[in-house]
């Protein structure tokens, strides 16, 4: 596996409507493997990404994959081709073997709250998006658990504590998966924060697999960070 970074440079002509098209991304990444790579279905390694935008005047995509991608027709048009490092790879094995129950790691992810509603109009469950900052945080620690981790509280470990995670992101996108076809409208949100490793066998799958749904439109990588 692989952890990947590419900074996008939001002044080159085109980036913005690239950064704000995530099937354009996504088609992107795909484009960065020789043969087409595993993107859903099951719970094996697959491609995930990821744009963090908290810093407007440099956009980083990150990408998760079992090869080594290569982001140079990405770089090329909306990045720095001419900076010494266009993009740069990592071995993700050193992070996965590190893993122990136990320990503390700050973390990220872009994430799609949404919950399954019985909709009697028509007559079955409807996926509705989950928008209040307040339901989208208690969205995510209760699902935690089956990810491999819990998110501690922040005042101690009682059930009255706050949860040590803030959201950093939150974007409503609307895009067409292609010409001809039905918009389609995601909610985004960015979670950063403090985990701690409950499963890290499990917590490996998670960063492999990905979590939750839209992981082909930017959602789903969790990326670990030594916490401070």
């Given amino acids: 596996m692989y952890l990947t970074r590419a900074f996008i440079n939001p002044r080159r002509r085109g980036a913005p409507a690239f950064l704000d098209a995530p099937q354009k991304v996504h088609a992107a990444v795909l484009q960065a493997f020789p043969t087409d790579p595993p993107t859903n279905g ?11 935008r908290d810093d407007p005047r ?4 990150w990408v998760v994959s079992p090869d080594r991608p290569d982001l140079h027709h990405v770089v090329e048009p909306y990045g720095w ?12 094995k ?24 019985f909709a009697e109009e028509r007559g079955r469950s409807v996926v509705a998006p989950v928008v209040d900052p307040g339901a989208q945080v208690e969205w995510l620690v209760d699902r935690t658990p089956k990810w491999g981790f819990i998110v501690p509280r922040a005042d101690g470990d009682g059930p009255q504590g706050r949860p040590a995670v803030l959201i950093r ?8 998966r292609g010409r001809g076809q039905p918009p389609v409208t995601l909610h985004t949100t960015m979670f950063e924060g403090l985990l701690e490793v409950t499963d890290a066998e499990r917590l490996r799958q998670t960063l492999t697999s990905g979590i939750g749904r839209a992981r082909g439109y930017g959602c789903g990588l969790l990326s670990l960070g030594r916490a401070r």
């Fill in 42 to 52: 099951g719970e094996g390694p697959r491609v995930l990404w990821r744009l963090d």
């Fill in 58 to 61: 440099r956009p980083v995509l």
């Fill in 81 to 92: 081709p001419a900076a010494g490092t266009p993009f740069e790879s990592r071995e993700y």
């Fill in 94 to 117: 050193t992070l996965l073997d590190e893993l122990a129950d136990g320990q503390r790691w700050a973390f990220r992810v872009t994430l799609n709250p949404a919950r399954a509603r």
């Fill in 169 to 176: 992101d939150a974007r409503k996108l609307r895009f067409r």
